[in-house]
């Protein structure tokens, strides 16, 4: 059985910085697409990293490149997200998702953690 359990989520100042984790059990970091999305009321959810499995590489939006950073622990099945100089726009709901680059219809979700950019 796959799980997606996401933490690390809170009320930080602008300026500040919060690091996400994604514990993962059932599916195997360095072969799965691992992303991690956001997503306000209203909008549509909004790819914000990605490592790919194999090579590791990593993308990120314009939106918050230079300021989040996406890593894996392998060892520890734990994806995170280093999120720095956060800003009040990058308030949402952070959700991990993993999915297998050969079969894209296994896509496996986290249910989501709040993270609010507040003064």
């Known amino acids: 059985q796959v799980q997606l359990v996401e933490s690390g989520g809170g009320l930080v100042q602008p300026g500040g910085s919060l690091r996400l984790s994604c514990a993962v059990s059932?599916?195997?970091?360095?072969?799965?697409?691992m992303r991690w999305y956001r997503q306000t009321p209203g909008k549509e959810r909004e790819l914000v990293a990605q490592?790919?499995?194999?090579?590791?590489?990593?993308t990120y939006p314009d939106s918050v490149k230079g300021r989040f950073i996406i890593s894996r622990d392998v060892a520890k099945y734990t994806l995170y997200l280093q999120m720095n100089d956060l800003k009040s726009d990058d308030t949402a709901v952070y959700y991990c998702?993993?999915?297998?680059?050969?079969?894209?219809?296994?896509?496996?979700w986290g249910q989501g953690t709040q993270v609010t950019v507040s003064s």
């Open positions: 998702n993993g999915i297998n680059p050969f079969r894209l219809a296994d896509s496996y």
């Open positions: 059932g599916i195997t970091l360095n072969l799965y697409t």
């Open positions: 490592i790919a499995g194999f090579a590791g590489t990593t």
